[in-house]
């Protein structure tokens, strides 16, 4: 089964930078896609930024410019760079992937979440 954790979170002031790690870990024969997610309070979840396995990167709008999502394969692991924090980031920001545990049974994962807080 597929272990996910995440770190990086935190309190920042507003125009610092964070940087986002999830690693996967466990039986993973392959990742498709991983992809950044946030929710604030009382808002919908929504996308940040996904890379898939052939390196193709996508953001929102909000964020272009400011992040960076990156992938080490031989770790399994993404990243989301945050530079020039603004308090609209603050949010619980989620990893997902999308993996093949073996060449028939494609799985969608979440993790738990890290919090990141960005004072003005």
């Known amino acids: 089964q597929v272990q996910l954790v995440e770190s990086g979170g935190g309190l920042v002031q507003a125009g610092g930078s964070l940087r986002l790690s999830c690693a996967a870990s466990g039986s993973i024969f392959s990742i498709n896609a991983f992809g950044w997610y946030r929710q604030a309070p009382g808002k919908q979840r929504e996308l940040v930024a996904t890379?898939?396995?052939?390196?193709?990167?996508n953001y929102a709008d909000s964020v272009k410019g400011r992040f960076t999502i990156s992938r080490d394969n031989a770790k399994n692991t993404v990243y989301l760079q945050m530079n020039s924090l603004k308090p609209e980031d603050t949010a619980v920001y989620y990893c997902k992937i999308n993996a093949l545990l073996n060449i028939a049974t494609m799985i969608n994962y979440w993790g738990q979440g890290t919090q990141v807080t960005v004072s003005s």
């Open positions: 890379i898939t396995s052939s390196g193709t990167t």
